[in-house]
T-cell receptor, first 113, second 115 residues
Framework: AQKVTQAQTEISVVEKEDVTLDCVYE???????LFWYKQPPSGELVFLIR??????QNEISGRYSWNFQKSTSSFNFTITASQVVDSAVYFC??????????FGAGTRLTVKP | GAVVSQHPSWVICKSGTSVKIECRSL??????MFWYRQFPKQSLMLMAT?????????EQGVEKDKFLINHASLTLSTLTVTSAHPEDSSFYIC???????????FGSGTRLTVV
């Protein structure tokens, strides 16, 4: 069975603070993919990153960075110098061998000015 | 890039009527599409996997006769909510896998309100 846990339901920060969103996953597949999506109030899902299970290199994209640790089955997402426009619900997701994607419960991030 | 178009973006219908939601892959062929449902302030829950030319695979607890899925071509999957009830009101999102990129593209979602 595949499972994604995002323990933080809601996070509130003040603009320019750094914030880390946690994601822990469970899978028995040896090959799998991990994703992060952003869902603004409008509802559409915005793709942020995909990581395959063989690539543990951390990635940085502008103010966004991701830390993939297979040893702890975690794929955490950090936003540096947060901005009000970062306010959204963020989902971590896992895709295994069966090709369907399982989502975590989501973390609602509010960035206050 | 891979684009998935979902239509309509929102719909209001009366209880007992049926509503069809379309999901189209615009610039690629998708043999497999996925339908998700998202209740307010909740996560996306996979409802079913739509396979072109064959029957959809439904997740446990999803009524096949209520949520009819048809994947008649490589670019179109439809979800029909039959005999809709207020509890079916939700946000429905489809996604498709773009084979060459290996990624998943999501439609913009359909907000269904049953009154």
């Amino acid at each position: 069975a595949q499972k994604v846990t995002q323990a933080q339901t809601e996070i509130s920060v003040v603009e320019k603070e750094d914030v880390t969103l946690d994601c822990v996953y469970e899978t028995r597949d040896t090959t799998y993919y991990l994703f992060w999506y952003k869902q603004p109030p409008s509802g559409e899902l915005v793709f942020l990153i995909r990581r395959n299970s063989f690539d543990e290199q951390n990635e940085i994209s502008g103010r966004y960075s991701w830390n993939f640790q297979k040893s702890t089955s975690s794929f955490n997402f950090t936003i540096t110098a947060s901005q009000v426009v970062d306010s959204a619900v963020y989902f971590c997701a896992l895709r295994g061998n069966n090709n369907d994607m399982r989502f975590g419960a989501g973390t609602r991030l509010t960035v206050k000015p | 890039g891979a684009v998935v178009s979902q239509h309509p973006s929102w719909v209001i219908c009366k209880s007992g009527t049926s509503v069809k939601i379309e999901c189209r892959s615009l610039d690629f062929q998708a043999t497999t599409m996925f339908w998700y449902r998202q209740f307010p302030k909740q996560s996306l829950m996979l409802m079913a996997t739509s396979n072109e030319g064959s029957k959809a695979t439904y997740e446990q607890g999803v009524e096949k006769d209520k949520f009819l899925i048809n994947h008649a071509s490589l670019t179109l999957s439809t979800l029909t909510v039959t005999s809709a009830h207020p509890e079916d009101s939700s946000f429905y999102i489809c996604s498709a896998r773009e084979p060459s990129l290996g990624g998943y593209t999501f439609g913009s979602g359909t907000r269904l309100t049953v009154v």
